[in-house]
């Protein structure tokens, strides 16, 4: 199926959406959204309102309406490097809306509101319809899209992969958390990660950043070497590290995955949702399923400045080898042959609803048809020796305990 | 890292931008017209004036800027403009410091990347006032004298094509990292 047949289905199956399943669905993913109802029982006053439009999940056009009231002034068009904070944060929010309700083109307006920021007002999923210059830009979108997938399935390389997951160093028998940032620069191959908390910022999280690969076997020996070098310089050994989706409350973890050398589309977010972050939201310790829906929500993605981009669903999946070596894996199979995989069982709402609640049993019925596909995948064998044991656990509907010191597991030896 | 002969490294002096940050952020402000509003007509800011200060771990952005509302009263039969100067502070902290900076040389500087602006202007609950939400957003820059490590070209700046700059990574310290000696252990 080409680009545009693509858009008008997902237009399709959106329309045979329910209302209230639409807002459920944003809800769930935490994005706020103003019915009409909500719009008439607020207080009197004026909000800005931006119209996003979007396509193959970026903004092409953001009109901002401001709060000034005077006539003609009051309508602009946001530029995308003058106002790039304002322009991302509009852009994204509009984006996981689209793509919370099954679109990767079309039109969102949003408003500003007092507790989360903005507010969804409305969705036009089928914005381009007619002949107007707005239509021509959607085209436009497309025609690019289209073509740098035709270009990349005759090419047929193999993506590049890399990773910044993180851990933390805990102080026990008290569960305190010690700043990485003791240990660790803010740069490097093991460095730290930043949080801000009442205005400061501090630096608790520590993050290992492997040279990519597009190489398994290469980017797990990367990813040890990043280990080996954060164990060097983590000097106080009687702390222990941990990992998983929120190991000690009140600070989730990532294990945010790179991928270069492949477009990004609606289409491989979904294979990656449905093949590789709902399982791991099974296997996830139930302690780290406070995450979402404020991190590690479904489709959640950032373009990267050397041309790809990150995959940000993943809770850091340093708990164990096995999941790491599992998530490399799978990885790399998806993104290579997403287009095999035609499953989506997070289309459905009791999925949905089961995954951002971290109802186990719900997902777990759905496991094993999503592994039979991706056993069944051409090359499958490449990644079968690191995929196996993970999908071995996955059968056997075991979960990871992210309270444990990962350091044992990945042969780190206190004081090496 | 090793280096060949040919290729020294000396330590320079320069001054340089060694810290870096950015804020976004929300604030609140409450106005109290002579009259009490009826509905905000336009709402807007203007007038903006800032300017940096070197403050601990971060830089502090100081600045004021005016709240105009326009706004109507007497049921919507008589409308005004509502006019407050607004002072604030902003700390905005640093996500980059060198650490090797000299601190008698810094010098702060900051950059509203985002003008104020007045997001949400609505009647408050007891309709005496307006509350306006503002979005402002600051870049940060402090430039002081720091260390600087540069590659020095004994033999002048003429071919590069025969350099042989080995950035070794001591692959060999890491040939026992494979990782399919871990152990499978969910």
Redesign the interface.
């Known amino acids: 199926m080409n680009v545009v047949d693509e858009a008008e289905e997902a237009v399709r199956r959106y329309e045979r959406m329910l209302p209230r399943e639409r807002v459920d669905r944003l809800k769930r993913s935490g994005i706020e959204v103003l019915a009409s109802q909500g719009r008439r029982d607020r207080e009197l006053g004026l909000r800005v309102r931006y119209d996003v439009e979007i396509c193959c999940l970026q903004a092409i056009r953001i009109k901002r309406r401001d709060t000034s009231g005077m006539g003609g002034t009051q309508e602009s068009v946001l530029d995308r490097e003058a106002a790039s904070t304002l322009f991302k944060r509009i852009e994204r929010l509009a984006t996981k809306t689209l793509y919370t309700v099954g679109l990767d083109h079309g039109a969102v307006r949003l408003e500003a509101t007092g507790k989360s920021g903005c507010s969804v007002i409305s969705i036009d999923p089928r914005p381009w319809k007619g002949m107007t210059d707005l239509s021509a830009m959607y085209r436009a979108g497309w025609k690019q899209l289209q073509s740098e997938l035709d270009e990349e399935r005759h090419r047929n390389a193999a993506p590049i992969i890399g990773m910044d997951p993180e851990f933390l160093l805990v102080q026990m028998p008290e569960s305190k958390i010690v700043p990485a940032s003791r240990f660790l620069e803010r740069t490097g191959i093991a460095g730290c990660d930043s949080v801000t908390i009442g205005g400061r910022r501090i630096y608790p999280v520590a993050e290992l950043r492997p040279a990519p690969s597009s190489e398994p076997r290469e980017l797990l020996a990367h990813l040890m070497r990043a280990f080996a070098v954060a164990d060097r310089s983590i000097s106080d050994h009687s702390l222990i590290w941990q990992a998983g989706g929120m190991p000690q409350r009140g600070l989730p973890l990532g294990g945010h995955v790179h991928f270069s050398g492949v477009t990004l589309n609606g289409e491989l977010l979904r294979a990656l949702d449905n093949y590789l972050a709902l399982p791991l939201a099974v296997l996830q310790d139930p302690r780290g399923s406070g995450r979402r829906p404020r991190y590690g929500s479904l489709g959640d993605f950032r373009l990267k400045s050397y041309g790809g981009f990150e995959y940000r669903t993943l809770p850091s999946f340093l708990v164990s080898p096995l999941v790491a070596k599992g998530v490399v894996a799978l990885a790399g199979l998806i993104v290579r042959g997403y287009h095999q995989l035609h499953q989506r069982p997070l289309a459905k709402a009791v999925i949905h609803t089961a995954f951002y609640e971290g109802n186990r049993e719900v997902m777990q019925a759905h496991i094993p048809a999503l592994l039979d596909d991706l056993m069944q995948m051409d090359g499958y064998e490449r990644y079968e020796r690191y995929a196996a044991p993970l999908i071995s656990q996955l059968i056997q509907g075991k979960t990871w305990d992210e309270s444990r010191d990962i350091r044992k597991l990945w042969n780190i030896r206190a004081g090496s | 890292m090793s280096l060949s002969h040919k290729h020294q490294c000396r330590e320079i002096i320069t001054k340089a931008i060694c810290g870096k940050?950015?804020k976004?952020s929300?604030v609140?402000h409450t106005v109290t017209p002579p009259n009490g509003p009826t509905?905000?007509?336009?709402?807007?800011i203007i007038n903006h004036q800032y300017e940096a200060v070197s403050a601990g771990?971060?830089i502090e952005v100081i600045g004021t800027y005016d709240i105009n509302i326009?706004y109507s009263y007497d049921k919507n039969s008589q409308t005004d403009v509502a006019k407050e100067t607004v002072s604030y502070v902003e700390?905005v902290?640093?996500?980059?410091l060198d650490p090797k900076h000299r601190a008698a040389t810094v010098e702060v500087s900051a950059d509203a990347?985002?003008e104020p602006?007045?997001?949400?202007?609505?009647?408050?609950?007891g309709g005496s006032s307006?509350?306006i939400?503002v979005?402002r957003?600051f870049a940060v820059e402090l430039v002081a004298e720091t260390k600087v490590c540069v590659k020095v070209c004994t033999d002048g700046c003429g071919d590069y094509e025969d350099k042989d700059y080995d950035f070794g990574s001591g692959d060999g310290?890491?040939d026992d990292?494979?990782?399919?000696?871990?152990?499978?252990?969910?």
Not at chain 2, 39 to 44: K, M, Y
Not at chain 2, 93 to 96: K, N
Not at chain 2, 177 to 186: F, S
Request: charged share 25%; aromatic share 10%.
């Open positions: 940050g950015r976004f929300t609140t509905s905000i007509l336009g709402a807007w771990d971060g326009w700390h902290p640093l996500s980059y990347t985002q602006s007045c997001v949400e202007a609505t009647v408050s609950a307006v509350i939400r979005e957003e310290d890491y990292l494979d990782p399919d000696l871990l152990d499978d252990e969910l």
